[in-house]
């Protein structure tokens, strides 16, 4: 596949490249990430009224959401037949219901009769029964019951059954799409599953569920998370041990891809730091922290971190972990998945959903998840923690150290929202980088082929 083939860029920043790193692995490297897409997105703004026009909010609703896949839950947040779980999108709310050991459905939450949701909160029942006069649906979706029955004529049960939507899963995700002529998640997903296979993302557990309200459009807070670009600025911390601006981006139909190395210092830093100094930065330390470990002369961080990774994940991946890459066990590899599912590569555990705070095209919802990898019995899933409008990240104890960076992610993005509005007073369009950007610009090509504009 020559699309997928490596390539030398000559349009990159100056130091150490991912594909210098990769020469450097004790381990062998999977094909995969040796790939490198072609770039040809171009370098065209795009519309700053994208981000709070309320006609682009309705186009969205109908031309993205109600179109394509997108990742509603966990399956493990409904193992068993009669569990119950909730998706809403930009006013729009869908039930997932266990209808067997093998088999998901979802449904309109809505009840035929008089519209009142069927459920307001994940639960386990026998029956979908509306709390407001009774109409009552199997877990298949086939009309149960109608009290009064002599009162509604109208009603012929066959032609009464919950509405669906189409439903399939990966990976322990639950993907739901309203278009029933959408094609099939696998061929949507492309190469996402190929790439994801080696890290097993169907056993693993919720550790960590954390959501929380955006001064916002989506769009502006899930792009704050799909480029290593505003690393210089926003997390100074992390410049020792990053190569921020030597990440690798990638994409492939409705996948794209950005790599960002560790354990190599950031091309913006003028003087070169010691392999202590990444070890330590890479450990969060500051500079009045003593070291977790003295390195010797001779090692390099890089390789002391991901023979201490494939050590700590000896017991919950046995034999696989061994076999795993310097770069699968301490750089970073963000996906996107159109329109809004932020998977993150290897061990990491990471995973991002962005979307709409219900009618508002100002405010969105993010969400993080920690997946976990496990021995033995399936943890529980961690409940959700929901945050609002005047809390801050910084509160989320249970995201570990991602917290204060999410809350420096955070700081940005309302002046972002702000700032839009004043931007089409003289300029009418937001500017993206050729390169660095690439994960944005991948998207605004498929959304703008979206919503025609």
């Known amino acids: 596949m020559t699309d997928l083939e490596p390539r030398t860029r000559t349009d990159r920043s100056p130091g150490v490249s991912y594909h210098d790193l990769l020469a450097a692995d004790t381990q062998c490297v999977p094909d995969f990430l040796k790939m490198e897409s072609p770039h040809d997105l171009g370098t065209a703004d795009i519309p700053a009224y994208f981000y709070f026009s309320p006609e682009i909010h309705e186009l969205e609703k109908e031309k993205i959401w109600r179109k394509t896949w997108q990742f509603a839950c966990r399956e493990e947040l409904i193992p068993h037949v009669g569990d119950t779980e909730i998706y809403d999108i930009a006013g729009i709310s869908i039930l997932l219901v266990r209808n067997g050991p093998h088999e998901i459905k979802g449904y309109y939450n809505a009840c035929l009769h008089r519209g009142r949701q069927l459920r307001e909160e994940p639960g386990t029942v026998r029956e979908l029964r509306c709390q407001f006069h009774g109409f009552c649906w199997a877990l298949d979706g086939s009309l149960a019951h109608v009290p009064a029955q002599w009162d509604f004529p109208q009603i012929e049960p066959e032609k009464f059954g919950l509405p669906e939507v189409r439903v399939d899963t990966w990976g322990g995700f639950v993907f739901i799409n309203m278009d029933p002529d959408a094609e099939p998640l696998l061929d949507y997903l492309g190469e996402l599953p190929a790439q994801f296979e080696r890290w097993d993302f169907e056993n693993r557990y919720t550790q960590a569920h954390v959501e929380k309200v955006l001064p916002c459009n989506w769009k502006v807070a899930q792009e704050a998370f799909m480029e290593s670009f505003h690393v210089v600025t926003t997390h100074p911390q ?216």
């Open 238 to 453: 992390l410049l020792q041990g990053i190569g921020d601006a030597n990440s690798q981006y990638d994409y492939w139909n409705n996948v794209s891809r950005a790599i960002t190395p560790r354990g190599t210092p950031s091309p913006h830093l003028t003087v070169q730091p010691t392999e202590q100094e990444i070890f330590d930065s890479m450990m969060g330390l500051g500079l009045e922290d003593a070291p977790i470990k003295t390195l010797p002369d001779d090692v390099r961080a890089r390789t002391v971190i991901a023979d201490a990774t494939r050590k700590a994940m000896g017991d919950m991946l046995g034999d696989q972990a061994q076999i795993l890459s310097d770069t699968e066990c301490v750089d970073t590899f963000f996906y996107t998945v159109f329109p809004n599912f932020h998977p993150w590569g290897a061990y990491n555990r990471t995973c991002y959903r962005f979307k709409p705070h219900g009618d508002d095209p100002e405010t969105c919802i993010m969400e993080c998840l920690v997946l976990s990898p496990f021995q033995g019995e399936r943890p529980a899933p961690a409940k959700v923690r929901r945050m609002g409008l005047d809390e801050t990240f910084v509160d989320a104890d249970e995201l570990g150290t991602l917290a204060r960076v999410f809350f420096q992610d955070e700081y940005n993005v309302g002046w972002v929202q702000k700032g839009l509005h004043t931007l089409v007073e003289n300029k009418p369009g937001v500017t993206f980088g050729a390169y660095q950007e690439t994960k944005i610009r991948h998207f605004y090509d498929l959304y703008r082929k979206r919503i025609g504009r």
